[in-house]
């Protein structure tokens, strides 16, 4: 038996090797403009007599799906979209590819790209009432600050578990990174000195120093097993209050402070993704014209409307040998388009209805 067993294990990497050839769904690395894409995405498989490699591809896809929902949906809307079928998240793929594959030890390993077709995305999204985000990733400093009001007592930087195990826990769906201050001197002294009023006081003193325009402080106030959270984000100079608060938590434990600290990154992703949220039930109709002999303007300028999350389609509706007359579907409003655009150097006239690109 186990003569045979090595026989057919043979057998079946042979054609193993040429199935990877003939997959039933076709594999490329071409990527389309308007499209999400999901790379790294790691699968493995025993590699036994009834072994079909469609499945594990299948897997990936799933896998894949469920990495780009959990980048672009609040923590909140995520369960919704658990149920996913497999069939529904076929037809919203474009392509993929298998970046590697290994065969160690009877168990089968692949690395998949995944590009996702983003109006199809939003489109499913949209028919759950679920607004998606754009993606972006941002670097915040962050201030960690826990006061104990029993005996006014402050802890910070390494002297706090939460700081010195914050950059500890990540997962590769977190958007946010984050910068956490040196231990300074002076900062400590300028909080206590702002203890009393440590609530209101913006803390401007010492997050500039960073060069960062970004910065959230997390004053944990803590008392016995129950701590209340609030969360100072500044965001572009526009500065938001979050409270939490928790029960049952020692600050102490480490098992406690790491589930402290995932809570904490979940909201603050959230609010992140909130603050770029796309309502894709805007669909602004954008008519513009352009001069049909400049190439390269033409070019540059179908370039950032592929690079803009905000656009949901665009399209050519005439041209003639001096102009091309484009429509453009924008979710959002006409002073966000001109902005975003004008952020590129596209500026442009709106005297009529068809605007003209200068």
């Known amino acids: 038996m186990i003569i045979r067993f090595k026989n057919f294990s043979q057998f079946l990497y042979i054609f193993f090797a040429f199935l990877s050839l003939n997959i039933f769904f076709f594999s490329t690395d071409k990527v389309e403009a308007k499209s999400f894409d999901v790379n790294n995405i790691e699968i493995s498989k025993p590699f036994e007599i009834n072994f079909d490699k469609n499945k594990v591809i299948d897997d990936g896809f799933i896998k894949a799906f469920s990495t780009l929902i959990s980048t672009i949906i609040v923590s909140s809307d995520q369960a919704i979209i658990k149920g996913t079928k497999l069939a529904e998240i076929k037809g919203m793929i474009e392509s993929f590819s298998v970046k590697e594959e290994k065969f160690i030890d009877d168990i089968y390993y692949v690395n998949l790209g995944v590009t996702f077709n983003k109006k199809k995305i939003f489109n499913y999204l949209e028919n759950k009432n679920i607004f998606p985000s754009v993606p972006n990733r ?151 014209r352009l001069d049909s002999n400049d190439n390269l303007k033409i070019s540059n300028f179908e370039k950032i409307l592929n690079e803009i999350n905000l656009i949901y389609d665009y399209f050519v509706l005439k041209f003639d040998k001096n102009y091309i007359h484009y429509q453009i579907i924008f979710n959002g409003t006409p002073d966000i388009f001109l902005k975003l655009m004008k952020d590129r150097n596209f500026v442009f006239s709106t005297q009529n209805k068809t605007w003209i690109l200068q």
């Open 138 to 288: 941002k670097k915040f400093l962050l201030l960690p600050i826990i006061i104990e009001e029993k005996n006014d007592n402050l802890i910070i930087f390494s002297e706090s578990n939460l700081f010195n195990n914050w950059n500890e826990y990540n997962k590769k769906t977190y958007l946010l990174e984050y910068l956490l201050p040196t231990e300074d001197l002076e900062d400590l002294n300028l909080i206590k000195k702002n203890y009393d009023i440590i609530e209101k006081y913006n803390f401007k003193e010492i997050t500039k120093k960073y060069n960062l325009d970004d910065s959230i402080v997390t004053l944990i106030f803590k008392n016995d097993d129950n701590i209340r959270i609030l969360s100072r984000i500044t965001i572009e100079d526009k500065e938001v209050l979050k409270n939490l608060s928790f029960s049952d938590i020692d600050l102490d434990d480490k098992n406690d402070t790491t589930d402290l600290i995932e809570k904490l990154k979940i909201s603050y992703e959230d609010h992140w993704k909130i603050f770029n949220r796309i309502n894709t039930s805007i669909k602004l109709p954008i008519f513009i």
